[in-house]
C-alpha cells in the first residue's frame, strides 16, 4: 500500500512541475516599469495549463489569476502603456478569460482604438473569451471596419443569436471571402 501512495505521489509532483502557476512575483513584474519585465509576465500568464491542471482547473483557487487580471485592465487604462505591452495585454486577457472570468469593457474599448493591431487583438481576445456582452460593439465595428474577416470569426466563436441579422447582410457582399466567412460563422450559431 506504501509503494502505491508513493508512487501516485511521485506522478502528482511530476504533473504538477510543468504547470505555469502565477505567484505574487509574477504579480510584481506585471507592475514594473520596465516593459520587458512586464511583457515576460504576461506571456507566462498566456502560457496556459498542463493536461493535469486543466482536469483539476475549476478545483483551483483563481485568486492570483483574477488578481492578474486586474492588474492588466489598470495598466491598459493608464496613459503611458506602450502599444506593445497594451497589445499582450489583450492577448493574454483572450487566453485568461478561457479560465477565469475577464471584464469585456476594456476589450471591447480596445474595439474603438485608433490602432488597427489594438483592435484586432481585441476582436480576437473577445472570440475566444466568447461573452455575449460584446455582440453588439462587434456588430457596430463590422459595420466600419475594413478586415471584417476576424470580426465575422469572433461573432462565429460567441454564437449570439443576436449577430444573425448583421452576418446575414453579409452574404450579399460582393467579396466571396467575406460571404464565405460570414456562412461559417452563422453555421457554427446555429
Not at 509503494?3 to 505521489?9: A, D, K, M
Not at 485608433?114 to 455582440?135: D, M
Request: proline share 4%; charged share 25%.
Amino acid at each position: 500500500m506504501n509503494i502505491v501512495s508513493v508512487l501516485l505521489t511521485l506522478l502528482l509532483s511530476g504533473l504538477m512541475a510543468g504547470c505555469s502557476t502565477i505567484t505574487e512575483k509574477d504579480l510584481v513584474d506585471l507592475q514594473s516599469h520596465n516593459d520587458t519585465v512586464k511583457k515576460e509576465a504576461i506571456q507566462k500568464l498566456t502560457r496556459g495549463e498542463n493536461f493535469f491542471l486543466s482536469l483539476i482547473g475549476p478545483f483551483l483557487n483563481r485568486g492570483m489569476e483574477k488578481k492578474a487580471v486586474s492588474i492588466m485592465v489598470e495598466s491598459l487604462s493608464g496613459a503611458k502603456t506602450s502599444e506593445d505591452i497594451q497589445l499582450s495585454i489583450l492577448k493574454a486577457m483572450g487566453e485568461l478569460g478561457k479560465r477565469t472570468e475577464v471584464p469585456v469593457s476594456p476589450l471591447i474599448e480596445g474595439l474603438k482604438d485608433g490602432n488597427p493591431q489594438i483592435r484586432l487583438q481585441a476582436v480576437e481576445s473577445l472570440g475566444k473569451i466568447k461573452n455575449e456582452r460584446s455582440v453588439p460593439a462587434l456588430i457596430q465595428l463590422l459595420k466600419s471596419e475594413t478586415d471584417k474577416y476576424p470580426v465575422i470569426w469572433a461573432l462565429g466563436e460567441i454564437g449570439d443569436k443576436s449577430a444573425v441579422p448583421a452576418l446575414n447582410r453579409l452574404l450579399a457582399s460582393r467579396d466571396k471571402y467575406v460571404r464565405y466567412n460570414a456562412n461559417k460563422a452563422l453555421s457554427k450559431i446555429r
